[in-house]
Structures are given as C-alpha cells and as structure tokens.
C-alpha cells in the first residue's frame, strides 16, 4: 500500500501574463513604449516570483497564466519557472477568479486560498503569510491598491460565495469598494492589509522609481540601467 500524501492547506494563486511585446503593461506603454513596457513586467514577474519562493507542505503555489497563442511548455517554464502551473478560463477577470477558486476549493480540498497578481512588485511572503494567517479569524482578506483596486484578495473555503467576484466594473476606481460592500452584504468578516502602490501608468513607474533607488531586485535594477 502506498501513504496517501494530503494536498497543502493552503495555496497562493499568482494571476500573471506570459511576458509578450505589446501584450502586457499597455497602458505603461502608451508612455514608454512596447519594449520598455514589457523589460518593466518580466522585471517585476521575477521580482514577484523570487519574494513568494517555493511551494511548501503548507502553503501550494500556483502560477495561474492568461491564455496566449504563443504558450509552450518551454516559454512557460522560461518565464514561471518548475511551479505549478494552470490556464485561466472565463470572460471576465471575476470569472477568472471565481472559477480558480472554486476548483481549488470544491476539487483539490484546499482550505485557504490567497491570489495576488504582478502588478505590486514589493510583495513579501511574510505579508502573504500574514494574509494566510488572518483567515484563521476573519473569513476574507484584502490588500488595498491606492487606485482603488487591491493588490490581494483572499478567502477560507467555507465563506466562498462566487457572487463576490460578480458585477464588478474591472479596472475602475470602484473595485475595492465594490468588493467590500460584497463581503458585507454576504455577512462575511474582513481583514484589511495595510494600503499599497500597484504599477500601471507612468505615474506609478515614476512613484516607483523615488522610493525604489538604493532597492534591491529586478525592477530597481533594470530602472537605475535606463537612468
């Protein structure tokens, strides 16, 4: 007889783009162009990929990527490397989101589920553990983004409600407050993560860029070079 090896409690969910010229960061790239648009995004999925490491007995990580013609095994691994890996199906990103976590929870039994995508390139695991951690007394958590979105968004098995991730206007300055009055109308508690800056203008780059100039990693690297 075999031992049966239960699957991790937890699993983080890395929403992230094959990086592709004129695919990704295109609103960036209205300022600086397709080229540096897309050096800015492999920087900062590297940057992103290095801080949540590797998957654990906990903690599964998951690196969910948008449909692409371009998808190989070999460009996949090139840009996510040896992690988990699966395809994003729905319309919308809250179809996106709502499926991954259903399959997750309803099929592979996972307890917790924290998401996050790329456009935050200072996220720490510890800030990802501590969102794991808040589940164990609130039901939801979120990662506030100053432009009005989140940065992280997180929930315990027996409180997901797909209608969360319902009729939300994706890309506006509502999605936060919308999701939040979600969780309240569904009478599900809420931990809030401390506010933080998200990249998807030029403006962002430029915030970036003066907080970031004795900082470590991909993104500030590849800045303080074209400086």
Sequence with gaps: MFATVPP???????FARLPERGRVKTRLAAAIGDERALAVYEAMLADVLAAVGESSAETEIEVLWAPTENAD??????????????????ATLGDRMSMAFSERFFFHRTQKIVAIGVDEPRLTR?????????????????????????????????????SIFDGIAWGTA????????????????????????????????????????????????LLRGWQ
Aim: hydrophobic letters at 45%; proline letters at 5%; glycine letters at 10%.
């Design 174 to 221: 509502d999605v936060l407050s919308a999701t939040v009055a979600k969780i309240a109308d569904a009478g599900a508690t809420l931990a809030t993560l401390p506010e933080r800056s998200d990249i998807d203008v030029a403006e962002d780059l430029d915030r970036f860029i003066a907080g970031a100039r004795d900082a470590s990693g991909e993104l500030p690297a």
């Design 73 to 90: 095994g070999d460009s996949l691994r090139r840009a996510f490397g040896e992690r988990s890996l699966a395809m994003q199906t729905g």
């Design 126 to 162: 510890e800030l990802i553990d501590h969102a794991f951690a808040l589940l164990d007394s609130c039901e939801w958590v979120v990662g506030p983004a100053t432009d009005g979105g989140y940065y992280l968004i997180g929930c315990r098995s027996a409180a997901f409600d797909t």
């Design 8 to 14: 991790p409690p937890q699993r983080l969910l890395v």
